[in-house]
Structure formats: C-alpha cells, structure tokens
C-alpha cells in the first residue's frame, strides 16, 4: 500500500470554528509533512515529524497546530483561521533518512479549505 | 522561501516533440527530486538524483545534476498529451536535526495534440 489517505477532501470553514484534517499512512514512514499550496504557487512545508516528534516548524502561525498520535497518523488542528488561509493542504510521508536527505514522498490528495 | 526557481514557467509543446525544464538552486543539496503535479491534487514523485551523480534515466525522463551551477534539467523525451502538468524541482537537505523538501517555483507543461 503506497497510498496516503487525506480527509476530507474540501472543508469549508468559518473563522471562528475548529476543525482538523487527517493524514494517514501505512507505508511504516516515520517521517511525515504538512504543506499548503496556493494556486498556481509550489507547495510550502509547514511542518516536519520525524519519529513522532515535531522537527521543523517553518514560523507557521500558532492557529495551525500540528498532532503526531502516532507512525501512521497526522492531524493538523485549525481553530481561528483568515480567508487567506485558504489553499490546498497537503500532507506527505517518507522514509526517515536519519540526516541524509528526504527519500522520495510520497503525497495525499490533499484537503482543499476554503475560509469564509 | 523558495529553494529553487525552475525556467520556463510555462511550456507549451505538441505531442511526440521533447520538452526540457530547468532548475537552480541556491544551498547544498543531500539530493534533487522532481515531481508531477495534475490539476491542482497530489504529487507524483518522478525521479530522484543524488548529490554525487550526475545524470539519470527513468524510462522517457532525463534528469542532470550539475552540483557546481547549482542546477538541475528534466528532459521528457517524445511527449504525449498526457504529460500536461506541472513539473516542479524540490530540493532534499538537512536542517538541524531533521530533513526537508523544499519545492521550487513549478513548470507548467502542456502538450497538445
């Protein structure tokens, strides 16, 4: 199974409301990623996990809050969000190269959010 | 920001012709990778060069290396319409502790019949 599962698809959200995207994969990467695109602009990372524990946090602003339960799973929490918030969030998993580069990635389909 | 900025942004070719994209870069590379990306959804890892080779063959894809320029090429080779994407270089390297992929500024191709 090389496939990276993201839920849900599209999420429509208010700016004072709290929801979360899913990742999930059974690859055994323990490495995963957060990234936001915007149209027509290459993908920016957000977060890195590495082992379970938060490893590069690229000063994304604290309404995005990242959760690594456990190997197969990330969330990213979204309370308080701004419409220029909206864009395609994309998660990514790979193996954990212990320091000597990101391995190949393999990405989910990403959750488009729209902020209104 | 931006590892890599990647030339042409846009690319526009006819079916069978061969469509090269280009991408420099600016720090030291663990290695370079290229993906594909369709209509705004996930991305497809293409192909993966190291920092110490300097060319590379996946079926109708050439990727160079050139460590010295700070640059990469894909050549995609006899091109079909089913090509049409976007093309975009990303950077692999080590920060701290903890490795990172970093995307450059994305070629989009299109193929036409």
């Known amino acids: 199974d090389t496939e990276v599962t993201q839920t849900p698809k599209h999420l429509v959200m208010g700016m004072t409301n709290k929801k979360s995207l899913k990742c999930e994969q059974h690859m055994g990467h323990r490495a995963m990623y957060w990234y936001k695109q915007k149209a027509k602009k290459p993908p920016e990372l957000m977060f890195v996990?590495?082992?379970?524990?938060?490893?590069i946090n690229e000063s994304v602003p604290s309404r995005f809050s990242p959760e690594c339960p456990n190997s197969s799973l990330l969330n990213l929490h979204l309370h308080a969000l701004q419409p220029e918030d909206s864009a395609l969030y994309l998660c990514a998993s790979s193996l954990a190269t212990g320091g000597q580069g990101v391995a190949e990635a393999f990405f989910g389909q990403g959750t488009r959010l729209t902020v209104v | 920001s931006q590892q890599g900025e990647e030339d042409p942004q846009a690319l526009s070719i006819q079916e069978g012709e061969n469509a090269t994209m280009n991408c420099s870069y600016k720090t030291s590379i663990n290695n370079l990778q290229w993906y594909r990306q369709n209509s705004g959804r996930g991305l497809v890892h293409l192909i993966l060069?190291?920092?110490?080779?300097r060319e590379k063959h996946s079926g109708r894809l050439r990727v160079t290396l050139d460590t010295s320029k700070k640059s990469s090429s894909l050549l995609i080779t006899a091109s079909r319409a089913a090509d049409t994407a976007s093309y975009f270089c990303?950077?692999?390297?080590?920060?701290?502790?903890?490795?990172?992929?970093?995307f450059g500024t994305g070629t989009r191709l299109q193929v036409t019949l």
């Open positions: 060069i190291r920092s110490n080779e």
């Open positions: 990303a950077t692999a390297a080590v920060d701290g502790t903890a490795s990172k992929l970093t």
């Open positions: 996990y590495s082992y379970e524990k938060l490893s």
